[in-house]
């Protein structure tokens, strides 16, 4: 009779052992890591995609001329994103710049439909002039952000601060409406 519980109790100790084996080595899964199937799981989502028109300006800087982009949106409001692909320039050979390079956005955020766009001076004073060119720079931003559903009217700031025209030429002490007029039929 002994030696019968001396060998259910190995038998049981086995068994314990085993059954610990499997808890712990799941069938040969890694603890928490999900199957491969093709599904990505990471804690990040991937960036979604959208769809925007970009405007710049025509090599005359009489009209502006719309690019469809197709761009990345991350964490980023697409607002911001619209902003930097415009101070990038565009990708249309027969368009021209609108923002000039070395121009930086400091801020951006939207209330009441109205965009308070903040640029770095270099907005300012690296822009090379001219009504024509401040218009182009002016509606370019404009009217890129007015294509979202939640801007009307872009307010804009030079390192902070409402000023009373950017380039001398377009007041921009209040906020500033889309001009349709200007862009390429």
């Known amino acids: 009779m002994l030696r019968k519980q001396g060998m259910g109790g190995k038998l049981l100790a086995i068994g314990l052992v085993l059954l610990l ?3 712990v080595g799941g ?10 199937n093709g599904v990505d799981i990471s804690a990040e989502p991937a960036p979604s995609r959208e769809k925007v028109i970009l405007y710049f300006g025509d090599k005359e800087a009489m009209y502006l001329l719309a690019e469809e982009r197709e761009l990345a949106k991350g964490e980023e409001p697409l607002a911001e994103v619209i902003i ?11 368009a021209v710049r609108t923002i000039p390079e070395g ?6 955020s939207v209330e009441e439909g109205v965009a308070y ?13 001219g009504s024509a060119g401040e218009s182009m720079t002016v509606y ?16 804009f700031l030079l390192e902070g601060n409402k000023e009373e025209s950017i380039l001398g030429h377009i007041g ?7 001009n349709w007029d200007l862009v390429a039929k």
């Open 84 to 94: 930097n692909e415009l101070i990038k320039g565009p990708q249309q050979a027969e």
């Open 140 to 155: 370019s931003v404009v009217n890129s952000l007015a294509e979202l559903p939640d801007i009307e009217k872009v307010q």
């Open 172 to 178: 921009t002490a209040s906020p500033i409406e889309p």
């Open 21 to 23: 084996a499997l808890a």
């Open 117 to 129: 766009v903040n640029f770095s001076r270099e907005f300012q004073t690296k822009h090379w002039g």
């Open 103 to 108: 121009s930086k956005l400091l801020s951006l």
């Open 27 to 36: 069938c040969g899964r890694k603890v928490g890591v999900a199957p491969d």
